[in-house]
Each structure stands twice: as C-alpha cells, then as structure tokens.
C-alpha cells in the first residue's frame, strides 16, 4: 500500500526572501493526517533568495540534514564550523544537548533551492556533532546510494536514529529497487523530475509512504535525470 501526498497539497509560507514548503507539520502549518512519518518528521522545501537566510537560531535534539539541489548554502554554528553547501553535499547536524547555528544564501546573485531534513534521534541529549560529505552524479545514477545511516556504513553521514536514507539520479526508463525487511517503511520523496513508485506517477514535490516489508520500485519518468530521496524507515 501506497499513501501519497502531493505537492500541491502541501503547507506552503512565502516570506519574500524565503519559499517554503512542508511536507509535514512545521510551524504555522498543521494538518493531523501528516505530523511526521515514522522517525521522519519535517521535509521542508526552501528557496531563500539571494543574500538572504536564516540569521542564528537554536536547535536541540534533533538530527537534522541539509540536501542542495542548486545553488550554495551557507553554514556557521556554535561547534565553530563553517561551511558552504552545495549540489551533492549531505550535511548532518546532530543538536543533541543543544546547538545554534545560522544558515544564509551563499550568492549575492541567485537562490538556494535545498530541502532540509529532521529525524527524531534515537538518545535525547547527545553531544552535539556535524558532518557533511559530497555524493558525485555518478556515485547515484542508476542506483540508490546510502548517504545517511546510523552506522556511516559505505562513507555516508552517520545519523543517531535507525534510519538509511539513499539518494538516486534516474535517467527516463531507469530503475531502482529494493526489498524493505517486514518491520521497516519506506518515504519516497520526489527532489526533481518525475518518477513511478510502484507504478505510481510521482511528480517533483510529492512523497509517498510505503508500508512495511513492501518490494520498493522506482522508475524515472522525465526527459532529464530526475532526483529522488528514499528513506528506510524502523
């Protein structure tokens, strides 16, 4: 069983220097039938304009990973670390005890399109710790790629909860698949272009939930690579 959510009927602020997008539950937007899914609890979608960005702000207890599908965004926080994120960056924040940190449009010239990413941690009150690594198109094209998991297996980013999360490029016809275990669900989330789910036509923006122990196939659909996140969920 499939249960989709699209695009459109998702919860949706525009600030001017921020577009934003929830998939879930986020601040000012609630609806009941989508809290969070799972360990998975915001997928949000931002474009933040130019020389704009969220000034420091506090987190804690939350792992929390930025995923850019164009532009730069710029990183600073309280651990002292300063980065820059691109296309093929995964960067994982984990807040644990408690962390600040600031995010901004590293151009002066063009937006920043990522998603930025929450899972509820497995342990309350970590020490707080970051880390961010660069997937090459090659490195998903045709194939699902771990890029986060909880025990950083195949040089992904390691996450504190019992979650994998793969990244793929699909060329149109291309497909990928994978078996979930009887206790784990699946999150399939659309980044850009368009794929088939099961047979299933998801366009950029939706998601999907899959029920557990279900055989995940994902097809490409557009004439360009489409992009797609898939969570392997406890």
Known sequence: MITLRKSEERGHADHGWLNTYHTFSFSDYYDPRFVGFRHLRVINEDRVAAGEGFPTHPHRDMEIISYVLDGALA??????????????????????????????????DEAVHFLQIWIIPGERGIEPSYEQKNFTPEDKLGKLRLVASPDGKDNSVTIHQDVKLYASLLEKGQEVELQLGPDRYGWLQVASGSASLNGETLAQGDGAAVQAGALVKITGLGEEPSEVLFFDLA
């Open 75 to 108: 990183h600073n926080d309280s651990m002292g670390n300063g980065s820059v994120i691109r296309p093929g960056d995964v960067q994982r924040m984990s807040a644990g005890q408690g962390i600040r940190h600031s995010e901004y449009n590293g151009s002066k």
